[in-house]
């Protein structure tokens, strides 16, 4: 028992160190804009259509898109769900919502500007603000479809995350990728999914 105890405990250390070893490694290496752009374009595909239901979801919040392609333009509705904190939203047709967090109006507008069978171009706003803390997101994206037509990305091509937390203010800006993926041709509802 005692030996595999120590078996097991050599294991983990060796992945650990491994994993260290490795991510050094990458951190060291420049990073490469370009590179990473086509490699996102090699796998964008006209496989697929728009029209469904799509989700993303991660360990702290879990987001579905509607895409509606009836009209000249593809529509998008959002419904947004966070698993750390009460916060919670559904747009309309025209991907915006003005909804409460903390008895504060928050506001959120996912706004198509173009679109095609096999693109769809917008910007992003999403502003939340108290009077001690306060985030604000800012974007213009594209979505594609990548892989088998089954997944979507939306790749912010302009990003940028204010964060103020009292006197301290912190900001991300660059590019910014999430992938979604579709679990129906129609429109279902939330609760079919989560």
């Known amino acids: 028992m005692l030996h595999d105890r120590i078996g097991l405990a050599g294991l ?48 702290n919040e879990q987001m579905m898109l509607w895409v509606d392609t009836q009209g000249e333009m593809p529509r998008v509705k959002v419904q947004y769900f966070s698993l750390t904190s009460p916060e919670a939203f559904q747009t309309d047709w025209d ?50 479809r990548v892989g088998d037509g089954r997944q979507l990305a939306i790749d912010f091509s302009e990003y940028e995350k204010v964060q103020r937390r009292g006197e301290k203010v912190s900001r991300y800006s660059g590019p910014a990728s999430w992938y979604f993926k579709k679990v129906s041709k129609r429109h279902v509802l939330w609760q079919e999914v989560f």
């Open 95 to 144: 991907g915006s919502a003005t909804y409460e967090l903390g008895k504060e109006p928050a506001t959120f507008h996912m706004n198509i500007t173009a679109g095609d069978a096999n693109r769809v171009h917008g910007t992003w706003l999403w502003d939340v603000q108290f009077s001690s803390a306060g985030r604000t997101e800012r974007g213009v994206f594209t979505l594609y």
């Open 12 to 59: 983990i250390a060796a992945v650990v160190v491994g994993a260290s070893g490795t991510g050094a490694l990458a951190q060291d290496e420049p990073a490469d804009e370009e590179a990473r752009q086509v490699e996102r374009l090699q796998s964008v595909t006209d496989e697929g259509d728009w029209h469904g239901t799509w989700t993303y979801v991660n360990r």
